[in-house]
Nanobody, 120 residues
Framework: VQLQAFGGGLVQAGGSLRLSCAAS????????MGWYRQAPGKQRELVAA???????DYADSVKGRFTISGDNAKNTAYLQMNSLKPEDTAVYYC???????????????WGQGTQVTVSS
C-alpha cells in the first residue's frame, strides 16, 4: 500500500488549503485514513481521521476549521483546512489503517509529508 499526498504550501493566516491523500497498490481494504502533523520540536499529532464508514475524529485545535472527507471508491481522503493559523504550520503526513493483498496483512501505512506553512 502506497500513500501519496498532494497539496500543502504557503498561505497567509486566515487562508485555506486542501490536502489530498491517495492510496494505491495492492489494497484489500482501508479501514481508516487520516492526517497527522509534526511541527519542529514537537511530537507528531493526529489532526483528523475518517473511517470507511464515514465516522470522523478531529484534534480539538482544528475543530470547526478543518474538514476531512473520503472517497472510498478512489481510496482517497481530503483535508479541507480553513481559517488557517500560524500554529497550523507543520509537516502533514497521510496515514492509512489498511489491509494489503498477497500477503493479506493489516498495517499502518504512511505517506510522504507535505509542508504547510501559515504566515502571520
Amino acid at each position: 500500500v502506497q500513500l501519496q499526498a498532494f497539496g500543502g504550501g504557503l498561505v497567509q493566516a486566515g487562508g485555506s488549503l486542501r490536502l489530498s491523500c491517495a492510496a494505491s497498490g495492492s489494497i484489500f481494504s482501508i479501514y481508516r485514513m487520516g492526517w497527522y502533523r509534526q511541527a519542529p520540536g514537537k511530537q507528531r499529532e493526529l489532526v483528523a481521521a475518517i473511517t470507511n464508514g464515514g465516522s470522523t475524529d478531529y484534534a480539538d485545535s482544528v475543530k470547526g476549521r478543518f474538514t476531512i472527507s473520503g472517497d472510498n471508491a478512489k481510496n482517497t481522503a481530503y483535508l479541507q483546512m480553513n481559517s488557517l493559523k500560524p500554529e497550523d504550520t507543520a509537516v502533514y503526513y497521510c496515514n492509512a489503517d489498511a489491509v494489503s493483498r498477497n500477503p493479506f496483512l493489516r498495517g499502518d501505512y504512511w505517506g510522504q509529508g507535505t509542508q504547510v506553512t501559515v504566515s502571520s
